[in-house]
């Protein structure tokens, strides 16, 4: 496991010039596919029902939304929902393995990580080439790698440790923050890492935003509609030129965390938004349709240079 230090952020301050000066930081308050198809028109997507592998899923493809949506996909379970998803990933996995070298993947915290169960479970366990991964956080909360409360912990119980018992992520291709600085100073020194490799291009480069440009996002949404740590009617939500910023007084505890902000998020190649149960459906049906101030809903602000699909079981999808 790689954890960034102040220490190399020190020795690599002067080569990284050529990116972004440091930022001055205040911190912040607050298949087998059926012969026929049915298709249906719900709010302004049109749905076409199908069976994939024997699980049945619906795709809706935005007619004339704005930029952003994407496409939705609609599982009846959240079983189906995390199959898809893991071939998905793995899809993914080979493309930019092969084409780059690398395969830079960020996890977020929550129910996402149980969704990637699959990837750990025969044929994907034994055909993606782990060590082509390069593992990130989108957010994290400022405390041990063993507490509770750690997204680093959620992801090596739930996913990490499966993988590395079979064929190992490199230790050095994980990178968790240093949990033993501040708020602050942990998102200065992410900042700084993430830096590092995108100058020696392990990381992609957007040259239409100048921000890091990961393979793969891993998302997951809150029920109030946030994303990573950006959350409604926080000035975080509109930050624009920083790559990793902290919170200290975080509206959902714990309090103190760094995140990547939606520059970043929006300079991916890939988002994947998985959102499963009833208890998101009202922040899934606003996402998805018309209306609301996007402080309302940090989701609406997802809006990637490359692809976005949403990954949402019935439950959450139960309001479109």
Sequence with gaps: M?????????KLLTS??????????????VPSITQSFVTKTIARVSVISADYKKLNFRVMSSMGTEKGKGK??????????????????????DHFAKERGAFTVVFSGGSLIKSLRKLVEAPYIDSVDWSKWH??????????????????????????????SEVP??????????????????????ETCVKHLVKINTIDFSQASGFPKFDLMLLGMGPDGHVASLFPGHPLVHEN?????????????PPQRITFTFPVINSSANIALVVAGAGKADAVNVALGDGQ????????????????????????????
């Design 135 to 164: 593992v990130f956080w989108v957010d994290e909360r400022v405390v041990p790698k063993d507490h509770e409360d750690s997204n680093y912990k959620l992801a090596n119980d739930g996913f990490l440790s499966m993988v590395c």
């Design 16 to 29: 990284l010039t050529t990116l972004r000066p440091p930022l001055r930081r205040s911190p912040l308050s």
């Design 2 to 10: 790689a954890t960034c230090s102040l220490s190399l952020a020190a």
């Design 241 to 253: 030129k920083q790559w990793v910023s902290f919170i200290e007084d975080s509206p959902k505890p």
């Design 72 to 93: 939705v996909q609609v599982f009846d379970t959240e079983e189906a929902l995390a199959v898809s998803l893991a071939k998905y990933t793995a899809d993914l996995s």
């Design 169 to 190: 992520i490199p230790t050095g291709n994980v990178y968790a923050i240093n949990e033993a600085l501040s708020a602050e100073g942990a998102a200065d020194d992410y």
């Design 293 to 320: 101030n996007p402080d309302l809903l940090p989701v609406k602000l997802v809006s990637p240079e490359g692809e976005l699909t949403w990954f949402l079981d019935r439950g959450a999808a139960s309001k479109l």
